[in-house]
């Protein structure tokens, strides 16, 4: 006879109580299985601190023929291996005399009065004076007109030292370290306008968006406004990283302007991306006003100018010059201004632009860029065309 559905219900209903009673009452399943070991990985915490002291001075008389003590004195603690360098600005226009302390090593006639030695980790303090026998002297031969300029004595003699210790790794030798040792890493607005108004070498460490300019005013309608300031030789080590802009929901009646190029030599290097993407609004990478810029490689959208030369000169060495894309799908017309000199100071001589490497996508730079007869492109340099799938021509700047 055939069960009915309650049943089997009820059948299933007592198999899955007996086997939870199995388990209860002490049975017991095993299943293949392995554990591995911990692997611990542990890191210690290391430093690299350094210290200058002097207990004479800091005032003294020069009196010929006699010796002062002088005892500057490098203290280190480095729990890893670090360069520690010495660096002695001397403005006594040869009146004071002294030796370097035995240990210390020029690190040569590119960088006058800088001094290194190695240190190995050590979790001591190590102590190292800077002048041999802790003395500065002064030649028995000075007369009164050694002292004297213009008939006044001299002033503003000064001999200073100052000291800098770091990490041995990842640098190759000494004045990779020294090199090294003013990097500024940034990461946001306010680090990056601290790091290009100090200058030295920048690097990307992080993507990250401009803010549009605050404090805007009438008076900048119409006009390039910038976010930041170059004033000293600068180095821009884009990292592989990509430095945007924050787009805008509203129509502005200026052009934001992400990097103004004021003074100095400014190199762009890291193959990383620098990109005026805003949306319906006009951005300006780099505009060049006064200073002299310096392009290695990366990738540069403009909206509609990545860079332009108002004042100064551009060197393109490498790179991929291209609209951001709003732009290139609105004014497709403009990318004849990814790079460009303003006109009125192209014609006088005071902006100049030079290309000796890099691709421009629908622009070609030896194409009459600033009227008929004109070229962006070096001597000895030429250009090469190739058509993309998309339809946009790549226009490469290569030997001759």
């Known amino acids: 006879m055939a069960r009915s559905k309650k049943a089997k219900v009820l059948t299933s209903v007592a198999a899955v109580a007996l086997a939870a009673s199995m388990i209860i009452g002490g049975g017991t399943y095993a299943y293949l299985q392995?554990?591995?070991?911990?692997?611990?990985?542990?890191?210690?915490?290391?430093?690299?601190?350094?210290?200058?002291?002097e207990t004479e001075g800091p005032d003294y008389d020069i009196i010929p023929g006699t010796s002062q003590a002088k005892d500057p004195k490098v203290t280190v603690n480095n729990t890893v291996d670090a360069y520690v360098f010495v660096e002695v600005t001397d403005n006594t226009d040869g009146l004071v005399e002294y030796a370097i302390e035995d240990g210390w090593t020029a690190l040569g006639d590119a960088y006058p009065g800088v001094y290194y030695r190695e240190v190995a980790a050590n979790a001591q303090e190590n102590e190292f004076y800077v002048l041999k026998d802790n003395t500065v002297s002064y030649d028995a031969a000075l007369t009164n007109e050694d002292m004297l300029e213009n008939g006044e004595l001299k002033d503003g003699l000064e001999l200073t030292f100052k000291a800098y210790a770091i990490q041995a790794e990842p640098f190759a030798n000494a004045v990779e370290a020294w090199n090294g040792k003013d990097i500024q890493f940034v990461a946001d607005e306010e680090s990056l306008k601290a790091?290009?108004?100090?200058?030295?070498e920048v690097v990307l460490d992080e993507d990250f968006k401009l803010n549009n300019p605050s404090n805007v005013t009438e008076e900048d309608y119409n006009h390039l406004v910038p976010i930041t300031k170059i004033t000293e030789d600068t180095v821009i080590d884009l990292n592989g990283?990509?430095?945007?802009?924050?787009?805008?929901?509203?129509?502005?009646?200026?052009?934001?302007?992400?990097?103004?190029?004021?003074?100095?030599?400014?190199?762009?290097?890291?193959?990383?991306?620098?990109?005026?993407?805003?949306?319906?609004?006009?951005?300006?990478?780099?505009?060049?006003?006064?200073?002299?810029?310096?392009?290695?490689?990366?990738?540069?959208?403009?909206?509609?100018?990545?860079?332009?030369?108002?004042?100064?000169s551009l060197t393109i060495n490498g790179g991929f010059f291209d609209l951001a894309p709003t732009c290139k799908a609105q004014a497709p017309n403009l990318a004849n201004y990814v790079v460009n000199c303003y006109d009125p100071s192209y014609k006088n001589g005071t902006a100049t632009l030079t290309i000796t490497g890099g691709t421009f996508v629908n622009f070609d730079p030896s194409a009459n860029p600033e009227g008929a007869g004109t070229s962006y492109v070096a001597e000895g340099y030429t250009v090469e065309a190739e058509k993309q799938a998309n339809g946009d021509i790549w226009y490469t700047v290569v030997p001759a």
């Not at 790091?195 to 030295?200: K, Q, R, V, W, Y």
């Not at 805003?278 to 060049?288: H, P, S, T």
């Not at 290695?296 to 860079?307: H, S, V």
């Open 241 to 312: 990283k990509e430095l945007n802009i924050v787009e805008s929901d509203e129509s502005l009646p200026y052009s934001p302007l992400m990097i103004s190029v004021n003074s100095g030599t400014t190199v762009f290097r890291g193959n990383g991306v620098l990109n005026c993407e805003a949306g319906n609004n006009q951005v300006y990478g780099v505009d060049i006003n006064g200073g002299n810029v310096i392009v290695e490689n990366g990738t540069y959208y403009g909206a509609c100018t990545a860079f332009q030369v108002t004042k100064g």
């Open 34 to 53: 392995g554990v591995s070991d911990d692997v611990v990985n542990t890191f210690n915490a290391n430093q690299v601190t350094v210290e200058l002291e």
């Open 195 to 200: 790091a290009l108004e100090a200058g030295g």
